[in-house]
Nanobody, 124 residues
């Protein structure tokens, strides 16, 4: 059973930074792609970033809305995924989720495993 537990969310002013963590258990963490998504109030869940296994070519992919501001990384020794978020904007306010076992079909991600989410609120 794969378990994902996010942490690190909170309230921050616009322009500030936060680092989210996602602790992974029950999976061969080093061999699988991991993903971050977010869901703002009243909106659909949207893709944020993919962090592929370290040995893969092109290890990270980002949504255009966060490119240049967010950085995804993973620490294999700790089975932990990270999302460093800089230059935060009010429109980044959302619940952030990590996910695993995802496939992309018809421009939609279908994921087998989700964390419980962590709230990020950016004040203006």
């Amino acid at each position: 059973q794969v378990q994902l537990v996010e942490s690190g969310g909170g309230l921050v002013q616009a322009g500030g930074s936060l680092r989210l963590s996602c602790a992974v258990s029950g999976s061969t963490f080093s061999a699988v792609s991991m993903h971050w998504f977010r869901q703002a109030p009243g909106k659909e869940r949207e893709f944020v970033a993919t962090i592929r296994p370290r040995q893969s070519i092109g290890t990270t992919y980002y949504a255009d809305s966060v490119k240049g501001r967010f950085t995804g990384s993973r620490e294999t020794a700790k089975n932990t995924l990270y999302l460093q978020m800089n230059s935060l904007k009010p429109e980044d306010t959302a619940v952030y989720y990590c996910a695993a076992g995802c496939t992309l079909s018809s421009n939609q991600y279908l994921c087998n495993y989700w964390g419980q989410g962590t709230q990020v609120t950016v004040s203006s």
